[in-house]
């Protein structure tokens, strides 16, 4: 046996910014691509729709230098916050940020196909539950 450390729980979470911000690197493209510059409109236009601030400041909107220092692996003094993040997924439709996120606590995102294919599990052991039932009445019958 070992004596459980108060912070054994706590190593994922000095991984989970940059795997965060490397995630949206991924999805927000090459740093001149016409993704990435079209982006903070689209990041803006989200907040905006459900009227947050996705920065701290006084600024209602984010520029292009705002995203770049979010995605900057180098840059520690400005993470993008979880707000910004869920904006970020509503913007480009993609959730490898979120499960970035996620998987740094050990959770991971379910697709509709991994609804599906849980779902068919589900109804299989369900049905094979209720064929052993029938079988034990069918016995109790004889």
């Not at 729709?49 to 909107?61: C, D, E, P, Q």
């Not at 997924?89 to 606590?105: F, I």
Request: glycine share 6%; charged share 30%.
């Amino acid at each position: 046996m070992r004596q459980a450390s108060l912070f054994d729980h706590c190593a994922p979470l000095a991984s989970a910014m940059p795997a965060i911000k490397a995630a949206m690197r991924a999805v927000a493209g090459a740093p001149e691509g016409e993704g990435r510059k079209a982006l903070p409109d689209k990041l803006n236009a989200v907040a905006g729709a459900s009227g947050v601030r996705l920065t701290a400041g006084n600024v209602r909107s984010i520029s292009k230098d705002t995203l770049d220092k979010w995605l900057s692996p180098s840059d520690e003094g400005h993470p993008p916050s979880i707000l910004a993040v869920l904006a970020f997924y509503l913007a480009t439709d993609d959730p490898a940020p979120l499960r970035a996120m996620l998987r740094s606590v050990g959770l991971d995102l379910m697709t509709e196909e991994d609804r599906r294919f849980r779902d068919l599990g589900k109804l299989d052991a369900e049905m094979k539950a209720a064929r052993k039932r029938r079988k034990l009445l069918e016995a109790s019958l004889q």
